[in-house]
């Protein structure tokens, strides 16, 4: 992932452009609001139509450049190669579901990404690589059209017994359930300081039984059942075109789901949430781990000109 130090930066799968690079960015288009997906209905006995639900499809961003280095054309067709090899990538090319990433940076804003396809890559003309100079056209497809923050946030939260609201009475006898944590002590609290729902990725490590997942202010859970042992994990991503339930990095756990628990509609909504955990834990080591990035309408507030 390549640093955007400079205003008017963008970062294309891991390759720098604009300012102080050999791509020179001319334009950008595609970062006002996406298209629709319309489910308007046509009137069968009247003029007009019934209005449906509106979706927005994929975001599509389109961005002029040229390729410059003055008088050295073999550093240019390196670039353009360069850019070819980005666009190919065989690990998400060839994997269904595999993403790029492409970020961007404007003046007095924190960078943004978002998560598609690299769907062009071309060099437009090579009547002037002699000199050094060869303009291309990038085309980067989003399939979720919300741009994300590039900060990745994250917490940890262990079941801890010593927590508890009703605390425990000598002896203790395993297994131990341990409830929910008192949020004053360990609340769990996170943060989208975006205005659209957040999309997090969960990590529920073991030993542990049946864990549940909930955030408060939503309501929305997400409970498994399943046993997981010392070393054993379960992750669950709820990104879209992207969902999967995964037991130790590989195997397909989503049938541990409950029916109530829904990927689609777990997200952290814009705010201050909660988020708290429960599960059967003998030894008291196991850990929940949740992250997100910040989701936004748009890729700033104010409307500047790419330059």
Do not use: C
């Amino acid at each position: 992932m390549a640093a955007l130090t400079t205003d008017y930066q963008a970062d294309l799968a891991g390759l720098l452009l604009g300012p102080g690079t050999p791509y020179v960015i001319g334009d950008v288009v595609g970062l006002g609001a996406p298209e629709l997906r319309t489910q308007d209905v046509d009137s069968a006995t009247e003029d007009g139509t019934f209005p449906g639900v509106d979706y927005y499809g994929a975001r599509t961003v389109r961005i002029e450049a040229a390729i410059r280095t003055p008088g050295d054309p073999a550093a240019a067709f390196d670039a353009l190669a360069r850019l070819h090899e980005v666009a190919s990538t065989p690990s998400v090319r060839k994997t269904a579901g595999a993403l790029a990433v492409l970020r961007l940076r404007q003046p007095g804003r924190d960078v943004r990404r978002l998560y598609g396809r690299i769907r062009r890559a071309n060099e437009v003309s090579t009547s002037q690589a002699i000199y050094g100079w060869i303009p291309v056209e990038i085309e980067f497809t989003a399939t979720d059209p919300r741009f994300n923050d590039d900060i990745l946030q994250s917490i940890s939260l262990p079941l801890d017994i010593s927590q508890t609201t009703q605390g425990f009475k000598a002896p203790l006898v395993s297994p131990i359930t341990t409830g929910v944590a008192n949020p004053s002590v360990r609340p769990g609290w996170v943060t989208n300081a975006g205005d659209l729902p957040a999309w997090p990725t969960v990590r529920i490590t073991g030993p542990v039984t049946n864990p549940k997942v909930w955030i408060v202010e939503t309501g929305r859970a997400l409970e498994l059942g399943i046993t997981l042992g010392v070393g054993e994990w379960v992750d669950i991503e709820t990104r879209p075109g992207t969902r999967w339930v995964l037991r130790n990095g590989s195997g397909n756990a989503s049938t541990a789901l409950t029916s109530a628990s829904r990927l689609d509609l777990f997200t952290i909504p814009p705010g201050t949430s909660e988020i708290r955990w429960t599960a059967t834990d003998y030894t008291n080591s196991a850990r929940l781990a949740l992250s997100w990035r910040d989701a936004y309408t748009a890729l700033s507030k104010e409307n500047e000109p790419w330059r």
